[in-house]
């Protein structure tokens, strides 16, 4: 099971979580965010461009990017609507 470790107070800073394949989980506490490495480096700097996305920084994936990743940039997806959440409408 995984473990973490305490290094700060809970309200700031960042937790290390242990995993049990070996890897550590490096957790922002005051926004969430996660990210992991095979080490606490390689968490934190993980960490460190996920905080940067989750802030609103980097550059939006134009229709190029999506093909790229084996994705349709005219279809779009709705999440937890009722009925039909695949649409190809646009919205």
């Known amino acids: 099971m995984a473990s973490p470790t ?3 107070p809970p309200e700031d800073g960042v937790e290390f979580i242990h995993e049990d394949d070996g890897r550590i989980t490096a957790r922002d506490r005051e926004t969430g965010v996660a ?3 095979d080490t606490k480096v390689e968490a934190l700097r ?3 461009e996920a905080l ?5 920084g980097g550059e939006p994936a134009d ?3 999506l093909r790229e990743f084996g994705l349709d940039p005219m279809k779009r997806v709705v999440r937890n609507c009722p009925n039909s959440c695949d649409r190809d409408d646009g919205t």
């Open 63 to 65: 229709d190029e990017n």
């Open 6 to 8: 305490r290094e700060e």
């Open 35 to 37: 990210s992991y490495g």
């Open 46 to 48: 993980m960490l460190a």
């Open 52 to 56: 940067e996305l989750h802030e609103g």
